[in-house]
């Protein structure tokens, strides 16, 4: 039987808030966020910097979440034009499914849309599996530590080469035909 699907939109502060910050709650041991005002302080963060694109189920219940800044915090959130997927999360019914590559294909169209060019992501160092994933379509850059003091991996990218490094499995993912 397969997984319900979910559809990926932008999220809007006054209308998606408590929703993800529910979810992001549900996530917070994997995401080293110890309680809900933690929870509360990055959904706060990440609209405030810049926005989250989410998966909702049937129920209109969020499944999965990328939240992303305007520029790259360490940097003072200068660069624009630059989008820094801050945050990433995907429920344990939906992991190891075609559910990443639809999420991570709707903010890269969030990202054309806007005009951004560049991409950064961070992965946990000791996250293999994420650090893999990312070395798909994107390159490390370095490491860093997140605004927690974790440290990390940052990757970085072209949105346009997102499509071209994936987009088979982009296409597989959203049933679509055409190419990219």
């Not at 529910?22 to 990055?42: G, N, S, Y």
């Not at 979440?65 to 660069?79: I, Q, V």
């Not at 995907?90 to 951004?116: C, D, N, V, W, Y």
């Not at 961070?122 to 070395?135: E, K, V």
């Amino acid at each position: 039987m397969s997984k319900p699907k979910i559809k990926f939109r932008l999220c809007f502060k006054q209308l998606d808030s408590m929703a993800l910050e529910q979810f992001l709650f549900t996530q917070r041991e994997e995401l080293f966020l110890p309680d809900r005002l933690a929870v509360k302080k990055v959904v706060d963060l990440v609209f405030d910097k810049g926005g989250f694109v989410a998966g909702f189920d049937s129920n209109n219940q969020v499944q999965a979440m990328f939240g992303f800044f305007f520029g790259d915090p360490s940097e003072g959130f200068e660069n624009k034009d630059l989008m820094f997927i801050y945050v990433a999360a995907i429920s344990k019914a939906f992991r190891l499914s075609r559910t990443f590559l639809q999420g991570i294909t709707s903010i890269m169209q969030e990202g054309i849309r806007l005009k951004i060019d560049q991409f950064r992501m961070q992965a946990s160092i000791n996250d293999q599996y994420l650090n893999r994933l990312y070395s798909k379509f994107s390159n490390p850059i370095g490491q860093s530590k997140t605004l927690r003091g974790y440290p990390v991996i940052v990757y970085q990218g072209n949105v346009d080469d997102v499509f071209s490094k994936i987009g088979p499995s982009i296409q597989v993912a959203l049933g679509q035909q055409s190419a990219f």
